[in-house]
């Protein structure tokens, strides 16, 4: 049966069973990739635009490829070549550009609320890749979809979240998603990027390394903003690294089988030293992959059927 | 009117304005039982027995059911396939859901099912089986999807009903029952391994919604 949602704007309120079923679909599509035509017909004439007010490599190549193995056309929007430079308002681009015939919209932008706007000013279906400090939601979904291929399952998981919580629309995807499918989080950071409101989600909250990696299935370690560093969030890189980032000293600690994982792109020798991103725990390289797989699986779970 | 049993379908309509979509209850009756355990045997026998006639060279040889019943069938003709002629063929399952045609007309999405082929259909015999022919429009996604795992040397097809009402030229190459039906029929198909009972039965939509 089909997905509840209309829109993929975040994972905050998606029900178990949507998110189940995406991530079925997506080990289907996973299937689709490994095969030597790694192509369907099944969005064949559908236009998906991308438009990307922020930079991204990961993201927006991966939504292409994923676009582009369901047979869809996508139309690659970027703001540096756009009339945006001349002043044109979102709701205006927006609405141009579904003059031609569109379908689909992926959008990121730098401020939360963007891809809800949109579901305001037209009939296209909303994909979030990313909207300021609120969602990301494919990310979190890849990231269930890669702990639950090697795992077999979800609840009852425990993963520790470690970085700038603060800053981390990956973080509260996550925190939405995996509380939803019964797995325990805890978010980990220096104070000052430690939202504490995020306690109301369920997921535990400290500051405090070793209670986070005790016993801890999965390890996600987020990218440091170098530029943030000159805003005083923490007193330097070095102190940062020393408390927070994992080497290979600290995987001693953790369980042998212990996942890795980071949504990139990674800061070797900051987050995680080369050894733990390059060792046989780390799951980053695998998690581009699956991003793909989710990727067309939201777009066909979202993309198909008349409009009502 | 007399049921003898009620089958429970549902219907994704489209969604509300909350933005959930909307769940109704179709309910079918059954009209007609059109095979019985002992008589489905019977015709996987005789289809088992015609697919031995025509393809002698059992080494390059397939089989692929189709999701979901035909799974189960096909698991069944290869079985007593390698019973007959001291074979070892398994049978592979394909799902042709993202090659359908209704994906724009569709309100909500088919579940995509597994595919697993597990040998290399290149220069082989196939037998695709499937539990139901009626529109021909399933078999054509299968076909289109079969091609994208290989180039095999021949496609045959094996159902065990073919209820008319085509609506592409594709016909079937081993059929266990043929059958006339009304558009507002369905053919429903159980089998044991899933559904505790081997059984088909002809069922129409409930009058008087």
């Given at each position: 049966m089909g997905?509840?949602?209309?829109?993929?704007?975040?994972?905050?309120?998606?029900?178990?069973?949507?998110?189940?079923?995406?991530?079925?679909?997506?080990?289907?599509?996973?299937?689709?990739?490994e095969r030597d035509i790694p192509v369907v017909p099944t969005l064949r004439g559908k236009t998906i635009v991308n438009l990307f007010y922020e930079n991204s490599t990961r993201t927006r190549i991966s939504f292409e490829l994923a676009e582009k193995r369901l047979s869809a056309s996508p139309l690659n929007f970027s703001v540096s070549t756009s009339s945006i430079n001349k002043g044109e308002s979102l709701r205006d681009t927006i609405q141009n550009i579904e003059a031609?015939?569109?379908?689909?919209?992926?959008?990121?932008?730098?401020?939360?609320?963007?891809?809800?706007?949109?579901?305001?000013?037209?009939?296209?279906?909303?994909?979030?890749?990313?909207?300021?400090?609120?969602?990301?939601p494919t990310q979190a979904l890849l990231d269930m979809?890669?702990?639950?291929?090697?795992?077999?399952?979800?609840?009852?998981?425990?993963?520790?979240?470690?970085?700038?919580?603060?800053?981390?629309?990956?973080?509260?995807?996550?925190?939405?998603?995996?509380?939803?499918?019964?797995?325990?989080?805890?978010?980990c950071g220096p104070p000052t990027l430690l939202p504490q409101h995020l306690d109301s989600l369920g997921v535990t909250i400290t500051d405090n390394l070793d209670e986070a990696l005790d016993g801890a299935d999965v390890v996600m370690l987020l990218r440091i903003q170098l530029e943030r560093q000159s805003s005083g969030v923490f007193p330097s890189i070095r102190e940062y690294r020393d408390r927070y980032g994992i080497d290979i000293e600290k995987?001693?600690?953790?369980?042998?089988?212990?996942?890795?994982?980071?949504?990139?792109?990674?800061?070797?020798?900051?987050?995680?030293?080369?050894?733990?991103?390059?060792?046989?725990?780390?799951?980053?390289?695998?998690?581009?992959?699956?991003?793909?797989?989710?990727?067309m699986a939201a777009l066909y779970l979202l993309g198909g059927g008349e409009s009502v | 009117m007399k049921l003898l049993s009620i089958k429970i379908k549902r219907l994704h309509l489209g969604s509300c304005a909350n933005?959930?979509?909307?769940?109704?209850?179709?309910?079918?009756?059954?009209?007609?039982?059109?095979?019985?355990?002992?008589?489905?045997?019977?015709?996987?026998?005789?289809?088992?027995?015609?697919?031995?006639?025509?393809?002698?060279?059992?080494?390059?040889?397939?089989?692929?059911?189709?999701?979901?019943?035909?799974?189960?069938l096909a698991r069944r003709i290869a079985s007593k396939i390698n019973d007959m002629a001291q074979t070892g063929i398994v049978a592979g399952t394909l799902d042709a859901t993202l090659y359908r045609d209704d994906y724009r007309i569709a309100l909500k999405q088919p579940t995509v099912k597994i595919t697993d082929i597990p040998f290399d259909i290149n220069e082989m015999n196939i037998v695709l089986v499937d539990d139901v022919l009626y529109t021909g429009r399933t078999v054509r996604a299968a076909l289109d999807a079969l091609m994208d795992y290989g180039r095999p040397k021949t496609i045959q097809l094996a159902v065990l009903i073919d209820r008319g009402n085509r609506e592409l030229p594709i016909r079937a190459d081993y059929v266990g029952k043929k059958i006339t039906t009304l558009v507002n029929q369905v053919v429903s198909l159980k089998v044991h391994e899933i559904d505790n009972e081997d059984s088909m039965w002809l069922m129409e939509l409930e009058d008087g919604e």
């Open positions: 997905l509840h949602i209309q829109h993929l704007l975040g994972l905050e309120g998606v029900s178990k069973e949507d998110l189940t079923l995406i991530l079925d679909t997506a080990d289907s599509f996973y299937q689709v990739l031609m015939k569109i379908d689909m919209v992926v959008v990121r932008h730098g401020s939360a609320g963007v891809p809800y706007f949109l579901t305001k000013c037209t009939d296209a279906v909303i994909v979030n890749a990313g909207d300021g400090l609120h969602e990301h979809m890669t702990i639950r291929r090697k795992f077999g399952k979800l609840e009852g998981l425990k993963v520790a979240i470690i970085g700038d919580i603060f800053h981390s629309r990956v973080a509260r995807s996550n925190a939405w998603g995996m509380t939803t499918m019964g797995m325990n989080v805890v978010l995987m001693a600690y953790l369980r042998p089988d212990v996942m890795i994982m980071h949504p990139g792109p990674v800061n070797r020798g900051i987050e995680m030293s080369s050894d733990v991103a390059d060792g046989p725990n780390s799951v980053i390289l695998k998690q581009v992959t699956n991003g793909v797989a989710v990727r | 933005g959930f979509s909307k769940t109704i209850l179709i309910l079918m009756k059954k009209v007609e039982l059109l095979m019985d355990s002992k008589s489905l045997d019977l015709a996987l026998t005789r289809i088992t027995h015609q697919i031995l006639e025509r393809n002698r060279d059992f080494t390059r040889f397939g089989i692929v059911g189709m999701q979901t019943r035909g799974v189960f």
